[in-house]
């Protein structure tokens, strides 16, 4: 996954995203090594954060552009 490139392009801590995520940073910290799943929440939390979509997040697409909302 791409958790923990994106979060040192954006300066974040790992802490920063356990807060952010409502978590403990050893929760977030396995979310990065996938030594833990990511409640579907924290997934699209996680895309919000980084304005891109969960697909690019778990590696299903090199496309970082968010998918249109439904109107």
């Known amino acids: 996954m791409r958790l923990r490139h994106l979060r040192l392009s954006y ?3 790992q802490k920063d995203l356990a807060n952010m995520l ?3 940073q050893n929760t977030y910290s396995q979310y990065e090594t996938t030594n833990r799943a990511i409640p579907i929440d924290s997934l699209k939390a996680l ?3 980084y304005k891109t979509s969960i697909d690019f997040l778990v590696d ?3 496309e970082d552009t968010p998918y249109p909302r439904k109107k």
């Open 47 to 49: 895309a919000n954060i």
């Open 60 to 62: 299903f697409t090199d």
């Open 11 to 13: 300066d974040y801590t």
């Open 22 to 24: 409502h978590c403990r």
